[in-house]
DNA sequence: GCGCCACTTTGATCAGGATCAAACCGGTAA
DNA sequence: TTACCGGTTTGATCCTGATCAAAGTGGCGC
C-alpha cells in the first residue's frame, strides 16, 4: 500500500489554517504564532495507520488540523477500550512527559501540526498564552472524559448507542455551522468495531442496538454509514439523559 | 445533628499546611503565596454533607486539604456514577467557569482550603506559578479520568474490584511514604455502595466478589473495612493489568 | 442489657449483552 | 464476470452481573 498523501488544506501557513480559532495556538499573538510557525512541521496518516503507540517516545506534541484519531487502551489480551475521539483542534501528548500514555490512531485520514516537543516547552514558559488555552482545552477534555464515564459505567446499550449518535450529530452540526435541527443527517466516522470500542460493547450489540433504533423510527439508515435524525428530541430522549437540561443558555 | 466541627490540622498558615507540595499552590515564590493567603478560608464537612450539587453556582474553587470527596453524576432515575475520588491536594472548580458540573460530596470528614474564585481568576493571570502548577494536576487527572474508563469500559467485576484495591493501596503507601509490599494494611474509606458508584456495579455484586477474593486468599478481612494484602503481585494479577508494565523507574 | 439503624452478606432468579456461528453486502482486484 | 475481503447483520445459546429478597453484623443511644 504505497502512501500517497498530500496535505488536506491548502496552504501550510497559520493564517489561513482551519482550526486557528479552536486550536492550542489560538489565543497567541501574531510574534508568538511567528515562533511557533518556526518549530511546526505537517504529518498525514492513512486511516487506519498508527500515529503512536502507548510507551513510545514522543518527540513532538501536536494539534489535529484534519481528519479524526482515536486515543485508545488495550489489555495484553486483546480488550481494548477507546478514550478518546481527537476531532479538529484537538492536541495530541503533553508537555512535560516523554512517553505516550496511551495509543492514538488516525480514524480517518488525518493531518497533524507537529511541534517539537523541546522548543514547544520553552515557549510556553516564555509565552502565556499558549499555557493558557492549554489549560482550557485540558479542562474541556476533563469534562467530557468524565461524562463519559458515565455512558461507559451506567448506561444501557441502547443508550450508549444513543448517546454517542448524539454526539456525533452535535459536533457535526457544529462543524458545518448548522445547528442541529430534525431531518439533520451525517456520516458516522465510525465502523461498528470502533463505536464498539468506544462504547465499551462488542460489535454485534452495537449492530442490534442500531438496528432496533431503526425499527423503532428513532434514525434512518442510507446504506451503513449515513444516519438521518427525524427527530432529535426522540433521539435525546433515548440517551437516558436530562433532555431539559439545567440551564437556559 | 449538630455540626460541631474543628479544622483537623493545627494551623491555618501556609507554611506548616499538609500539602503545600502538591497542591495548587506548590509551585508559588512567597510572594505569591502572601497574595494567596489573603483570599483563602477553610470550610469543613462532615462525612455525607454535600460540598456542592451540580449546577450550583461556585463563588470559589477549592483544594482538599484533609479528608476524601467524591465526584459524581446521577441520572433522573437515580443510577449513579462517580467520576471522580477527590483526595488531599486535590482541586475542586474551574477557573472560568461558574457552574458546577458534577456533585461533590464528603466521603469522609473533610477540610478544604477554598480561594473566591474572582481574585483566584485574576491571580492566575498575574502569577504563572499557579496557572502551570493547574495544568500539569489537571492533565495528571485527565489521564487517571481515562486509564479508569477502561475499567469502566472492559473489565469484569472481580477486575474492577482488584483495581480498585490496587489503587488505594498504592495511595495510602504513598501517604503513609511506605512502598507498598507484600503484607500492607489498610482501610477502606468507601461503603461498598460508594465502591459499586463508582465502578459502575451494584453493591450486592461488590460485596459478592469481595468475598470471592478472601476467599481465594488474594486479601484477608479485618472487620468490614480494613483489608490486609499478603502478596501484592496476586493482586495485581487479578486487575487484568500488565503487571511487568511498560517502564522500570 | 436492649433495640434500632446503617451497612453488609448471602441466596434465588432473571435478563442484558457476550460469545459462537453463519450468512449477507458492496466494493475491488483478477 | 467471478472471487475475495472487510465490514455488517442476524440467529442461537451462554453467562455475568442485576434484581429482588431476607438475614446477619456491629455500633450507639437509651
Keep these: ?14 493564517w489561513n489554517c482551519p482550526i486557528k480559532h479552536q486550536a492550542v495556538c489560538a489565543r497567541c499573538e501574531p510574534d508568538e504564532l511567528k515562533r511557533l510557525e518556526e518549530i511546526k512541521y505537517y504529518r498525514n496518516y492513512e486511516a487506519g495507520q498508527p500515529v503512536i503507540w502507548a510507551g513510545d517516545h514522543m518527540e513532538f506534541v501536536a494539534s489535529v488540523v484534519t481528519g479524526i484519531a482515536s486515543l485508545s487502551q488495550t489489555m495484553e489480551d486483546g480488550r481494548t477500550q477507546m478514550v478518546g475521539l481527537l476531532l479538529p483542534s484537538d492536541f495530541i501528548g503533553r508537555p512535560g512527559r516523554d512517553s505516550a500514555p496511551f495509543d492514538v490512531v488516525a480514524v ?11 522548543p514547544f516547552e520553552d515557549l510556553m514558559v516564555s509565552t502565556p498564552h499558549i499555557g493558557t488555552r492549554l489549560l482550557e482545552m485540558t479542562l474541556d477534555e476533563l469534562d467530557s472524559a468524565r461524562e463519559w464515564m458515565l455512558v461507559l459505567g451506567r448506561k444501557t446499550a441502547r443508550e450508549k448507542i444513543a448517546s454517542l449518535l448524539a454526539i456525533i450529530a452535535r459536533r457535526d452540526a457544529a462543524l458545518t455551522r448548522n445547528s442541529p435541527k430534525d431531518g439533520m443527517h451525517f456520516d458516522l466516522p465510525l465502523t461498528r468495531e470502533a463505536m464498539a470500542d468506544y462504547l465499551g460493547l462488542t460489535l454485534e450489540t452495537v449492530s442490534r442496538q442500531i438496528s432496533a433504533l431503526k425499527k423503532a423510527g428513532i434514525i434512518e439508515l442510507d446504506g451503513k454509514r449515513r444516519v438521518i435524525v427525524p427527530s432529535l428530541e426522540k433521539l435525546m430522549a433515548e440517551t437516558g439523559d436530562d433532555v431539559d437540561g439545567g440551564f437556559i443558555p
Design 108 to 118: 480517518s485520514d488525518l493531518t497533524i501540526c507537529c511541534f517539537r516537543k523541546g
Design 1 to 14: 500500500m504505497k502512501a500517497k498523501l498530500d496535505l488536506a488544506f491548502d496552504s501550510k501557513e497559520c
